[in-house]
Nanobody, 121 residues
Framework: QVQLVESGGGLVQPGGSLRLSCAAA????????MGWYRQAPGKQRELVAT???????NYADSVKGRFTISRDNAKNTVYLQMNSLKSEDTAVYYC???????????????WGQGTQVTVSS
């Protein structure tokens, strides 16, 4: 089983910054897209940003110009640098990975346990 281990959430004031990290832990066969989704209270989970192995990125319109996703493929780790944070960015942030556990198994989605980000004065 593949585990996505997140870190870096917390409480920050509006206009502040946070950096989230997520490492894929386990001996798996291959990994493709990694990224971040978030879910605010009473809302559906939504895309924040993703990045493929080859560096193609995709951002939600609401975070473009403020958030930056990056990866260290050698460490199977994805980061999310969040600047100019707003109260509406408050949510649980989930790490995502599209991973193939072994040559004999299909590609599937994996999720981290979630990390809380709260933007408040």
């Amino acid at each position: 089983q593949v585990q996505l281990v997140e870190s870096g959430g917390g409480l920050v004031q509006p206009g502040g910054s946070l950096r989230l990290s997520c490492a894929a832990a386990a001996n798996f066969y291959d990994i493709n897209t990694m990224g971040w989704y978030r879910q605010a209270p009473g809302k559906q989970r939504e895309l924040v940003a993703t990045e493929t192995t080859h560096g193609t990125t995709n951002y939600a319109d609401s975070v473009k110009g403020r958030f930056t996703i990056s990866r260290d493929n050698a460490k199977n780790t994805v980061y999310l640098q969040m600047n100019s944070l707003k109260s509406e960015d408050t949510a649980v942030y989930y790490c995502y990975g599209y991973i193939r556990f072994s040559f004999a198994t299909p590609w599937r989605d994996y999720w981290g346990q979630g990390t809380q980000v709260t933007v408040s004065s």
